[in-house]
């Protein structure tokens, strides 16, 4: 967060004050068209946007965090079980690495499915096969499906997310 907020600079071209201000990836910038009082106006506006930001508790929760939670709630729902170990795995070894350090409510298809897309397993040098990255996908969803009513996420990412074509079978071939 900012401490002090960045002065806001006269842009003769367009004829107004500028401040652009960036939390987590997401920049906004305010301006006002008067170039005496504007200075004053457009810092108060920054200065209250700055601070709403971090008001909501489930808005400023990190995804490892809001992960961790819905590990928690599917084992009371559904206790210990392979599909537990399976999401605690996908968690542990692709999406909390990729995601982890990001606001969950700012995330997006396009965060989840780059993590899709750039997933390689832990050893070796070779793919993951079409059926990991539909599990991965699957852990995914589950998740979007859990955290869109409880308001962690705003954007429903269930039927946007695809496997790669390239994604390589693995089997006997009937």
């Known amino acids: 967060m900012y401490k002090r907020l960045p002065v806001p600079k006269w842009n003769a071209k367009q004829g107004r004050r500028i401040l652009s201000v960036m939390i987590d990836g997401h920049r906004k910038q305010f301006t006002s068209e008067k170039k005496t009082t504007g200075k004053k106006e457009v810092t ?20 490892s965090d809001v992960w961790a939670l819905f ?23 692709f999406l909390c690495p990729a995601l982890g350090g990001s606001r969950c409510i ?26 990991y990255l539909s599990n991965l996908k699957g852990a995914m969803t589950a998740f979007n499906r859990w955290a869109l009513p409880r308001d962690y996420m705003k954007k429903d990412i269930t039927g ?7 994604a390589r079978t693995v089997g006997r071939s009937i």
Not at 44 to 62: F, N, P, S
Not at 111 to 128: C, H, M, S, W, Y
Not at 160 to 166: H, N, Q, T
Request: proline share 3%; net charge positive; hydrophobic share 35%.
């Open 160 to 166: 946007a997310l695809y496997v790669p074509e390239r």
């Open 106 to 131: 700012n995330l997006g298809i396009e965060d989840f499915q780059r993590v899709i897309n750039e997933a390689k397993p832990k050893k070796g040098t070779g793919e993951l096969s079409r059926k």
């Open 44 to 63: 108060e506006r920054a200065a209250a946007w700055v601070q709403g930001q971090g008001t909501d508790h489930k808005a400023a929760m990190l995804f």
């Open 71 to 93: 590990i928690e709630d599917y084992i009371k729902k559904h206790g210990h079980n392979e599909q537990l170990h399976q999401l605690r795995s996908m968690g542990s070894i």
